[in-house]
């Protein structure tokens, strides 16, 4: 079963971030707390962490696109 990889909350106002770039591309190997992606808000751009080992199955958000909060933005299938 696939995990599913979200734009985070990372304040109590946050409602949507932009998604700048991905670190890896579909088939590329993962681990579990690896940065991920980059996303930016309003207030700062961060990385997100890899939520589970395996493979980055598919980008369902690309760079440049902007996600609602818990949005699902790509999967990894757990290895």
Known sequence: MSVEVTIPKLGLTMQEATVV???????????????????????????????ADGTLSEIVVGD?????????IGLIEPS
């Open 21 to 51: 770039r991905w670190l890896k591309k579909p088939g590329d190997a993962v681990k579990s707390g690896e940065p991920l992606l980059e996303i930016e808000t309003e207030k700062i751009t961060c990385e997100v962490e890899s939520p």
């Open 64 to 72: 440049g696109t902007v996600a609602a909060v818990a949005a699902v």
